[in-house]
C-alpha cells in the first residue's frame, strides 16, 4: 500500500521507498538477534510511513492554518513524563489529536507564505539513514564518510549550478562547499572570515592598533530588502551594517555601494565586507552583483551571496543570468532546503579560500587532533556549531534519485504556476502586481489603501482555506503569493485565486457599505 501512494509523487520514488523497506527489514533482523521485539518495531515503523504517506498525500483535505490559541496543548498533556511505558497506539492516536491541530501545514498547495520548505520522499528515507547511523561528524576522522560524501555533494552540486570552479573543491585549488544549517549561519560565518581577514590585513599596515580599535571601525553594507538575519548578522559580529536604499526595481547597485564606501572611509571607518542578495524576500529582487563585485573587489572587500531561495533556479540554464558577476563574489550561498527537494536543514555555502573562516573558527584541543589533518576538511572550522549531522546524505538521495532533469522540471513547474497566478491578477482590474514575478513568488494587491490589504489579508487567513503573508516596501503593503508546496498544480493555483476574489468581494463589499 505504502509504495502504490508514494508512486503519485514523482516516477522515481519507487526506488527510495523500497530503500525504506529494505531498511525497515534489516532493522527487524536486528532486533531479532538481539532477542528484542522486533515485531513491535516493525509494525511502529510500517504504521508511521503510512500514517507520513496517507498525510502528504491527502494534505489538500487539511486547513492549512490552525485555528488554536497559544498554549493550546497544555491541558491535553500530563504535567510529568509517564513512569511507565505507553503503547504505540496511544501515542500514535494522540498525533491528530494533541499535534495536528497545531499544525501550519507547509506542504499544503494552499500554503503560500513565506517561501518553499522543500521535501521529498527520497530526503525523508536519507533522513532516516542518517538518524541511523547518528555520527557527529565535526573531524575527518569521526565519520569520513561523513566529510567525504559532502566535500563530493558540494562540487556535484556547484556544478549543477555552473559556479566558477574556484568555488570547488575538485578545482584543486583553495575552493570549496560546506553544508550550514541555515542561510542565516552562511551570512554569519562568512561575515567572521571577512572580519579576521580584515584585521589581519589592516595590521599589517598598522601594527599598534588593538583588534578592539580595529573592530571598532569595521563597517558592512548590504540591501535594505536583505533579510534580517544580514542585519543580524552584523549584531552578532559586533559590527556596524548599513542597509542602502535600492533603485526603482528594488535592487541595490554599485554606485550606492560606492558611494557608501567613500563617505565610510571619509569617516576614517574601513569597509570589510558586503552581502549581494539574489532573490529578495520581500519582493525576490536581485541585487546587481556584477556592479556590486566590482566595487568590493576594487576597495577590497569580501562579497558574499545570499541566494538562500532564487539559488535553486540556478540549476536551470535559462536563470543564470541572474547570477552574473558571481565569479566576483568570495563566497555563495543558497539552500537546497527551501526550493531543491531536500529537506531542512541543508543550506549550502561555497568559499573561494576558506582559510580565513577556518582561522576565525580554530580552536583544536588534543582530543579532537587525528593524525589525517590536514588531508581532509574538519567542518567543525568551517561553521558556528562543533557537532553536524551527516546531511550531504540527503543530496546524495536526492539527487541520485530525481536526477537533474526531473529538479529542473519541478522548478519550471513553479515558475509556470506563478505566472499563471500573474494572469489571473492581471485579469482583474481591481488588483494590481507590485514586483517582476521572475521566479515563484508574485507580489500583489487590491488597487486602494494599506488598510484595505491589510483587511483582505485578515479575511484570507482567517477563513483558513489559504494562507498568505504581507510584506512592505516604501510603506506601500502588498501580499506575497509564493508557489510552495511539490504537490502544487495549476487546479491550486485557480482555487488559490477563487478564494482570493472571494474574499476581495466580501472587504469591498463591506467597504461600499461603510461609506
Not at 491527502?58 to 509517564?82: C, F, H
Not at 494590481?432 to 508574485?442: K, P, S, T, W
Amino acid at each position: 500500500m505504502i509504495t502504490c501512494v508514494l508512486l503519485r509523487a514523482y516516477n522515481s520514488d519507487h526506488y527510495a521507498i523500497e530503500q525504506f523497506e529494505i531498511l525497515i527489514n534489516r532493522i527487524f533482523e536486528y532486533c531479532r538477534k538481539r532477542e528484542m521485539d522486533p515485531d513491535s518495531f516493525k509494525d511502529f515503523a510500517k504504521e508511521m510511513a503510512e500514517y507520513v504517506t496517507n498525510y502528504l498525500e491527502n494534505i489538500r483535505d487539511r486547513r492549512v492554518l490552525p485555528t488554536v490559541e497559544p498554549g493550546y496543548m497544555k491541558p491535553l498533556l500530563p504535567s510529568e513524563a509517564p513512569q511507565a511505558p505507553e503503547s504505540w497506539k496511544d501515542v500514535m492516536a494522540d498525533i491528530e489529536k494533541i499535534i495536528m491541530p497545531g499544525v501550519t501545514h507547509w506542504h499544503s498547495p494552499k500554503f503560500h507564505a513565506y517561501f518553499p520548505t522543500a521535501q521529498s520522499y527520497p530526503a525523508i528515507v536519507a533522513d532516516m539513514l542518517s538518524g541511523a547511523i547518528a555520527c557527529i561528524g565535526f573531524t575527518w576522522i569521526a565519520s569520513p564518510a561523513c566529510t567525504e560524501l559532502e566535500v563530493i555533494m558540494l562540487d556535484w552540486l556547484g556544478k549543477m549550478l555552473d559556479l566558477p570552479k574556484e568555488f570547488l573543491a575538485c578545482s584543486g585549488g583553495k575552493g570549496g562547499g560546506v553544508i550550514q544549517g541555515t542561510a542565516s549561519e552562511a551570512t554569519l560565518v562568512a561575515l567572521l572570515g571577512a572580519k579576521a581577514r580584515k584585521i589581519r590585513q589592516v595590521k599589517e599596515q598598522h601594527p599598534e592598533w588593538t583588534d578592539n580599535e580595529i573592530v571598532g571601525k569595521l563597517v558592512a553594507y548590504g540591501s535594505c530588502q536583505s533579510h534580517s538575519s544580514v542585519e543580524r548578522a552584523g549584531l552578532l559580529g559586533g559590527v556596524k551594517f548599513r542597509l542602502l536604499e535600492v533603485d526603482s526595481k528594488y535592487k541595490l547597485r554599485g554606485e550606492t555601494l560606492m558611494e557608501a564606501i567613500r563617505k565610510d572611509k571619509e569617516q576614517g571607518l574601513i569597509p570589510f565586507y558586503a552581502v549581494a542578495t539574489l532573490g529578495t524576500t520581500c519582493s525576490c529582487a536581485f541585487d546587481r552583483l556584477d556592479e556590486m563585485g566590482v566595487v568590493a573587489n576594487r576597495e577590497n572587500v569580501w562579497l558574499h551571496v545570499d541566494a538562500a531561495y532564487a539559488g535553486s533556479a540556478f540549476i536551470c540554464p535559462e536563470f543564470r543570468y541572474l547570477m552574473k558577476g558571481v565569479e566576483l563574489a568570495d563566497s555563495f550561498n543558497f539552500n537546497p532546503h527551501k526550493w531543491m527537494l531536500v529537506n531542512f536543514d541543508c543550506s549550502t555555502m561555497w568559499l573561494k579560500d576558506p582559510t580565513y573562516v577556518i582561522n576565525a573558527f580554530n580552536v583544536d584541543p588534543l582530543y579532537l587532533k587525528h593524525d589525517m589533518q590536514g588531508s581532509a576538511p574538519d567542518y567543525r572550522h568551517w561553521q558556528i556549531p562543533l557537532g553536524r549531522r551527516f546531511r550531504a546524505l540527503k543530496l546524495w538521495f536526492v539527487l541520485r534519485i530525481y536526477g537533474v532533469e526531473n529538479l529542473q522540471k519541478f522548478i519550471r513547474s513553479h515558475v509556470n504556476q506563478a505566472h499563471e497566478f500573474e494572469t489571473l491578477v492581471l485579469s482583474d482590474p481591481r488588483f494590481e502586481i507590485i514586483a517582476q514575478v521572475i521566479l515563484g513568488l508574485v507580489c500583489f494587491r487590491l488597487k486602494g489603501s494599506n488598510d484595505l490589504n491589510e483587511t483582505l489579508l485578515k479575511k484570507i487567513n482567517g477563513a483558513g482555506n489559504i494562507h498568505l503573508v504581507p510584506s512592505k516596501i516604501n510603506d506601500m503593503y502588498f501580499l506575497r503569493f509564493a508557489i510552495c508546496s511539490r504537490f502544487s498544480e495549476s487546479k491550486d493555483i485557480q482555487s488559490s485565486w477563487k478564494e482570493i476574489k472571494l474574499r476581495a468581494d466580501e472587504v469591498l463589499a463591506e467597504q461600499s457599505v461603510s461609506k
